[in-house]
């Protein structure tokens, strides 16, 4: 038979018990950067899919002032949204500098987390 080794049993998730405050910072700053990736990523799709239905919107209104001001609606919106979102993400940046943390650089911390 042979004998099987795992290792030490940890906590799950990004905190581990007697750990230095360093890797606990280390597992927040990947939180808030993989949500920010996530954010981003949806609101861009999200950003698309309600910009071209407004387009669509526009194209099959046939005329009618009151479906193309709709569609006009929706596609500005839709820019106002994604405006919206590049500065939040500025803000974000600005921030992480300030404090030097290096929120929006996942591949990074990938690099650091992970060795091949």
């Given at each position: 038979?042979?004998?099987?080794?795992?290792?030490?049993?940890?906590?799950?998730?990004?905190?581990?018990?007697?750990?230095?405050?360093?890797?606990?910072?280390?597992?927040?700053?990947?939180?808030?950067?993989?949500?920010?990736?996530?954010?981003?990523?949806?609101?861009?799709?999200?950003?698309?899919?309600?910009f071209v239905l407004?387009?669509?919107?526009?194209?099959?209104?046939?005329?009618?002032?009151?479906?193309?001001?709709?569609?006009?609606?929706?596609?500005?919106?839709?820019?106002?949204?994604?405006?919206?979102?590049?500065?939040?993400?500025?803000?974000?940046?600005?921030?992480?500098?300030?404090?030097?943390?290096?929120?929006?650089?996942?591949?990074?911390?990938?690099?650091?987390?992970?060795?091949?």
């Amino acid at each position: 038979m042979t004998d099987l080794n795992f290792g030490p049993i940890v906590a799950p998730g990004g905190y581990q018990p007697g750990s230095d405050l360093a890797s606990s910072t280390g597992a927040v700053e990947r939180l808030i950067s993989n949500t920010l990736i996530v954010l981003t990523a949806v609101s861009g799709i999200a950003f698309i899919l309600y910009f071209v239905l407004g387009g669509l919107s526009w194209i099959t209104a046939g005329g009618d002032k009151g479906k193309v001001d709709k569609a006009k609606s929706m596609m500005t919106n839709g820019a106002i949204g994604l405006i919206i979102i590049v500065v939040s993400y500025a803000i974000v940046w600005i921030v992480g500098t300030a404090l030097g943390v290096d929120i929006l650089e996942p591949g990074k911390l990938i690099q650091e987390t992970i060795t091949f």
